[in-house]
């Protein structure tokens, strides 16, 4: 693997126009039906190429660990366009409807395997998978600063990529005072937002790591599309955000692309 671009160049803001030519090519209406917030489909797609165009492509025939798979539709993306395999790990999603989505877009066990999974507690043997993505649920779990050297980077091999895109906000939620602006107040409270972090939070995070270094480092360009993506579907969570998308919230809201290497 390439040791990809070196830490001085890390890139610190939205790159425009990214083209999420397979994203684009799925039926809407499947999209909707099975994403869980900002369209995942869209946010894989420009972080792993952007990844790939600076030294850090995802290898085919790779094991990748899927953290946080939902429904598996990332999974089934995985698998179906950069030809690896992959576990598909949730807590909350049944692994049953992981299956469902990878049959329903031509896939089987062999390239897509479902598992009832707390990321905190990997079920999996020591550097088994060559790659992790985890794509809109990092800031889940991943905000306690031993998370990722204690409970993540065992299971990923030595010289192995992490691929993350993260929900956030363009500042930190203490910096609004307690008081939110009007648009992001129209569906959320200060509590709900406090696990969105602006860009600079996690590269600090990730800088004061020991066995990783960080490659990649920028806010995605397709956030406003993949969240709107979202706010289409027609469902009560959906709902209840469109109000603050409709609003203006889009000024605030980011998706921060990481690209880790294990050292």
Do not use: K
């Amino acid at each position: 693997m390439s040791n990809g671009m070196p830490a001085s160049g890390h890139a610190t803001s939205r790159v425009p126009g990214h083209a999420t030519s397979r994203s684009n090519a799925y039926d809407p209406a499947l999209v909707r039906e099975l994403i869980m917030g900002p369209n995942p489909l869209r946010l894989c797609e420009e972080t792993l190429d952007d990844a790939a165009a600076h030294g850090c492509a995802l290898a085919p025939g790779s094991l990748v660990l899927d953290l946080g798979s939902g429904r598996g539709l990332t999974s089934a993306f995985l698998a179906r366009h950069w030809s690896v395999r992959v576990v598909a790990a949730d807590l909350w999603g049944n692994p049953a409807d992981a299956l469902a989505t990878s049959a329903r877009l031509g896939l089987g066990a062999r390239d897509v395997l479902p598992v009832h999974a707390d990321a905190c507690d990997l079920p999996f043997a020591e550097e088994v998978f060559d790659a992790v993505t985890c794509i809109d649920a990092y800031n889940y779990f991943g905000r306690d600063e031993s998370y990722l050297g204690q409970r993540l980077l065992p299971f990923v091999r030595h010289g192995s990529l992490v691929y993350l895109a993260i929900s956030g906000l363009v500042c930190d939620v203490a910096d609004f005072g307690g008081a939110l602006p009007a648009e992001l107040a129209c569906s959320w409270t200060v509590e709900q937002l406090e696990y969105l972090w602006p860009r600079e939070r996690w590269q600090r995070l990730f800088a004061a790591q020991r066995d990783v270094r960080v490659e990649r480092i920028r806010d995605l360009s397709c956030n406003d599309e993949a969240w709107r993506d979202w706010v289409a579907c027609d469902n009560p969570y959906a709902a209840g955000d469109r109000r603050a998308i409709e609003a203006g919230a889009l000024a605030w809201l980011t998706t921060t692309e990481v690209v880790l290497r294990r050292l």
